[in-house]
């Protein structure tokens, strides 16, 4: 599409677009007077909790004043939004945690991402030819990981929980039971992937009426997951991994072509691994590193733009953005040569995330000309020394922090309702690369390193990020949507730590989004002023628009308050008390 015509399209579109701008505010004083503002973001002087889904804040919410920890909020967060989000993320799912706890001077982080099962091998999504079947690795059981994330919330209840699970699972167990309307994302997830979930007749039971897909303002009751919920409160681990629930999800899934087996779900680990850690401007940055890519590259994009006088050259300026969507781009070249699952291939983080490496990766980016593909692929050897998933971030004083992403991948994951136990299967085995080039339902380019393997767990770019300032938490945030998240991350914390925005503009800002295959900067919904557009064109860059998907859920330790923002793009809430 020309320039030209590109602007005529987005002309037809103003209406949309400078009503979005008028709703989510843009870098100008005015936002605060928003009613979005109000909705969107809270202050708090004990707490703080920001998710996606407004019952799931309040269930939260409700555990802080039965007189719970961030821990506890966070696992009843996981168990409610699970219910609230079924499109996004759920008991058949996985995700990662970070927690930074009161004793602990840096934060913690807990991978409970899915694994592949041990039948599966680098051929299962391929055709005789080993060629690409792309619906093979997105639809139906097969392509379901083992799931983590009933695991990941025992192991960390068992180490810092204080009230007994079945006080914190109740929240989830209560909401499946009496239902909720069904909301305008839900809605869409399910239209869109109706064609799935009525090939299951589980999944077209709860997601149809009269043969249709639910529509917004229908209550969506979920009897069977509450049923499941309860036997997780009354049995513990045991209840999903085993028992009933165990064994429909290992019965059923190979009756539809899946490979997940009993051993499979008793074999599943959770996994304590060591945050990335890296500094950005005084502060200390941690988030997620293997099997995610997340905080990798987010710390390579700091480090890459560090030293520019990004404030001087403005917010949204076509230098700017020039500047931070090539450090993006560079990043997503090591991503897809050098990232996979630490456990089974070697992932150099140090040299990636070191600032010489940036440095050097820095003198490639002209000021006044984008890179191609071919060119931004040249590195060099290392300096010596070398759509959809959910999120939330939960804050108090006395210390605890917790950030957490979690999904089912696509939209309701595999479309697969395990029969009798409402819990429906992720389709994480897509984040693996199905050959070396191929790419994923993100159009990530998949390498070598995330080439299948039975334990394997997928490439992730699910990036809880925590940032300390002098050893106290100054933000945490986090964000679903795929390779989005890593860019909207880090996006955010420039705006808020060298923009200096306030938290509501530095989450509600126009983003835009690199991730070198495909070749483009992808701007999000509220574009740039077309002159901003038209001089990133004249430097090379191919623009194209189309919302992130990315909803930062973020919170702030303010000194005098907690803030939380609960990205505007979204339906979810910031609660403080
Ligand atoms: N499934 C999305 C991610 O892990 O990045």
Known sequence: MTFSSKLLSLLKKAPLWLGLLFLFGCPSKSYKKTKSYKKYGATGKRSMISTQGPLSTKAGQLIFKKGGNAVDAAIAVSFAISVERPQSTGLGGGGFLLLKTPESPTPLSFDFREMAPNKSHQKMFLGPSGEEQK?????????????????????????????????????????????????????????????????????????????????????????????????????????????????????????????????????????????????????????????????????????????????????????????????????????????????????????????????????????????????????????????????????????????????????????????????????????????????????????????????????????????LKDGKVKLALGTPSGTRILTCVAQTIINYLTFEMDLYEAVAATRFHHQWSPNEIRVGSNPFPTSIISDLEKKGHKVKFKPLGCKIQAIADEGAVLRGVSDPRGEGLSLGE
């Open 135 to 467: 619906g093979k690795s997105i639809n139906g059981p097969l392509s379901a990981g083992v799931p983590g994330l009933v695991a990941g919330l025992f192991h960390i209840h068992k180490k810092f929980g204080t009230l007994p699970m079945e006080t914190l699972i109740e929240p989830a167990a209560k909401m499946a039971e009496e239902g909720f309307p069904v909301y305008p994302h839900l809605a869409r997830a399910i239209k869109a992937r109706a064609s799935v979930l009525k090939k299951y007749p589980s999944s077209k039971k709860l997601f149809f009426k009269n043969g249709e897909p639910l529509k917004v303002g229908d209550r969506l009751i979920q009897e069977d997951l509450a049923k499941t919920l309860r036997l997780i409160s009354h049995f513990g681990k045991k209840g999903f991994y085993g028992g009933f629930v165990g064994n429909q999800i290992a019965i059923e899934n190979q009756k539809e072509g899946g490979i997940i087996s009993l051993e499979d779900l008793a074999n599943y680990k959770v996994k304590e691994r060591k945050p990335v850690k890296g500094s950005y401007k005084g502060y200390d940055v941690y988030s997620m590193g293997p099997p995610s890519s997340g905080g990798i590259h987010i710390l390579q994009i700091l480090n890459i733009i560090e030293n520019d006088p990004l404030k001087k050259m403005g917010y949204g300026s076509a230098d700017s953005i020039h500047l931070i969507s090539s450090a993006m781009q560079t990043a997503f070249v090591d991503r897809a040569f050098h990232l996979g699952d630490s456990d089974f291939v070697k992932v150099p983080t140090q040299k990636l995330i070191s600032k010489n490496y940036a440095k050097m990766l820095r003198s490639r980016i002209k000021a006044n000309s984008a890179q191609t593909f071919e060119e931004s692929k040249m590195r060099g050897p290392f300096p010596k020394e070398s759509d959809e998933t959910t999120h939330f971030t939960i804050m108090d004083k006395s210390g605890w922090t917790v950030s957490s992403t979690q999904t089912i991948n696509g939209w309701m994951g595999s479309g697969f309702l395990v029969p009798g136990t409402g819990v429906i299967l992720n389709n994480e085995m897509d984040d693996f690369a199905q050959k070396v080039g191929a790419s994923n339902l993100f159009e990530a380019f998949g390498g070598e390193k995330n080439l299948i393997e039975p334990k394997k767990r997928p490439l992730s770019s699910m990036s809880p990020t925590i940032i």
